[in-house]
Antibody, heavy 117, light 107 residues
Framework: EVQLVESGGGLVQPGGSLRLSCAAS????????MSWVRQAPGKGLEWVANIKQDGSDKNYVDSVKGRFTISRDNAKNSLNLQVNSLRAEDTAVYYCARGGSYWADYWGQGTLVTVSS | DIQMTQSPSSVSASVGDRVTITCRAS??????LAWYQQKPGKAPKLLISAASSLQSGVPSRFSGSGSGTDFTLTISSLQPEDFATYYC?????????FGGGTKVEIK
């Protein structure tokens, strides 16, 4: 059974940082693109970043470029998102998702990031 | 970025009704389109990929069609478990973008 479990969210002040993690199991992690997708409270979905199987290709939505960094550790079946210089508009549930070259076929339960003073 | 426009933003329907949701892309995306279902407090679930390919385990009452700029998600006979919000997503070019969502509510 495919499982994606996010962690690392929380309350952070504007300008602060967090490291989000996603533990993957139930599939061969190293053979899939992976992604982070976020959803602000009561709003729609936004694809934040994706990363190729070997980490050689990464893409970011413009609003997070230079502030967020996606990475993966295939030996540990883990996906990460380092989020820096956080703004109020980054407040959202962040989902880890399998896939990212086209669509996401499995999603985690999400981790909430709240940016507020 | 490619803009995805969904309509309607909400629809009220009864069990057994046929429901159609449309999604329009701001430029041609061939068949690079997916549909997701999201229930309150839950993660999205992939229903359809490549515009019309039903994911394993998804009931056959769901169907997708279209190519280029205009796409449709149809629920042929609405069931109680189908009340949710539906999103389209283009996969033609990054950043992948979603439609604004269509909330299917009980009439």
């Amino acid at each position: 059974e495919v499982q994606l479990v996010e962690s690392g969210g929380g309350l952070v002040q504007p300008g602060g940082s967090l490291r989000l993690s996603c533990a993957a199991s139930g599939f061969t992690f190293s053979t899939y693109w992976m992604s982070w997708v976020r959803q602000a409270p009561g709003k729609g979905l936004e694809w934040v970043a994706n990363i190729k199987q070997d980490g050689s290709d990464k893409n970011y939505v413009d609003s997070v470029k230079g502030r967020f960094t996606i990475s993966r550790d295939n030996a540990k079946n883990s996906l990460n998102l380092q989020v820096n210089s956080l703004r109020a508009e980054d407040t959202a549930v962040y989902y880890c998702a399998r896939g990212g070259s086209y669509w996401a076929d499995y999603w985690g339960q999400g981790t909430l990031v709240t940016v507020s003073s | 970025d490619i803009q995805m426009t969904q309509s309607p933003s909400s629809v009220s329907a009864s069990v057994g009704d046929r429901v159609t949701i449309t999604c329009r892309a701001s430029q041609g995306i061939s068949s690079w389109l997916a549909w997701y279902q999201q229930k309150p407090g839950k993660a999205p679930k992939l229903l359809i990929s490549a515009a019309s390919s039903l994911q394993s385990g998804v009931p056959s009452r769901f169907s997708g069609s279209g190519s280029g700029t205009d796409f449709t998600l149809t629920i042929s006979s609405l069931q109680p478990e189908d009340f949710a919000t539906y999103y389209c997503q283009q996969a033609n070019s990054f950043p992948f973008t979603f439609g604004g969502g269509t909330k299917v509510e009980i009439k």
